[in-house]
């Protein structure tokens, strides 16, 4: 991988886009990232990572 535009976005579980956590130019490597969900509703939501052409989906749980 070389550095590429990196996107971070939070979807809702009807795939709609709730939160964009990351949107820039980023270099390879290992990130550590915390999300506050303090304005998500419980239920289930997915995160979508995208790196260049690498992509990864996710999906975690918020419990109140």
Excluded: A, C, D, W
């Amino acid at each position: 991988f070389n550095t590429n535009f990196t996107t971070l976005e939070i979807f809702n579980s009807n795939g709609i886009l709730v939160k964009s956590e990351i949107s820039k130019l980023l270099n390879p490597g290992t990130y550590i990232l915390s999300i506050n969900t303090s304005g998500l509703s419980q239920g289930k939501y997915y995160i979508r990572v995208k790196h260049g052409l690498y992509y990864k989906n996710v999906s975690f749980q918020v419990v109140k």
